[in-house]
């Protein structure tokens, strides 16, 4: 009895340790900012291993990092905190201008076109995984990178309707 205690106490650490790499940001970004304003960080995650739940974020660039989304009420674009977002394994969740991101309140530092700076993520399984995030100009629309000669105003990435999570 003890051997096989002892064999799922060792093994627990090696499961989460397996959801946290199953787990791929890619393409984190931000605008540049001024110091004491919000801001904003758009990327796209992909999960290879089990169902998981993007459950917040943190990072040192700003006082609180809330996870929004954009919704159009009645044709006026609004803004609100979403709790939490799935992620389905083999099914890219992209965080994108217009939809859903996470924002930035009470920036301690400007973000300057260039800088970068670390976000971490949570996650209800994989737990904490940090990004790199690359700053863009203030008026940067779009993800960094990408052609978007044949894309649609969201830069050919699909958002769920409104109040509906993807």
């Not at 159009?72 to 099914?91: E, Q, T």
């Not at 217009?98 to 924002?103: L, S």
Request: aromatic letters at 4%.
């Amino acid at each position: 009895m003890r051997v096989l205690l002892a064999a799922i106490l060792i093994a627990t650490p090696l499961a989460a340790y397996a959801d946290a790499t199953s787990i791929h940001v890619d393409h984190a970004w931000s605008r540049a900012a001024m110091a004491g304003r919000e801001g904003v960080v758009y990327l796209t995650i992909t999960d290879t291993g089990q169902p998981d739940t993007l459950t917040g974020a943190a990072t040192g660039v700003a006082a609180t990092a809330e996870l929004h989304e954009n919704i159009n009420d009645n044709g006026v674009m609004k803004m609100r905190p979403v709790a939490a977002l799935p992620i389905v394994p083999g099914k890219a969740l992209t965080l994108a201008p217009g939809g859903y991101h996470i924002m930035l309140m009470n920036l301690k530092q400007p973000l300057k076109e260039g800088d970068h700076f670390p976000i971490t993520l949570n996650f209800a399984k994989a737990g904490a995984v940090t990004a790199t995030v690359t700053v863009e100009k203030a008026g940067a629309a779009a993800m960094p990178g990408m052609d978007h000669g044949s894309m649609g105003s969201m830069g050919g990435m699909t958002m769920p309707p409104s109040g509906k999570q993807p």
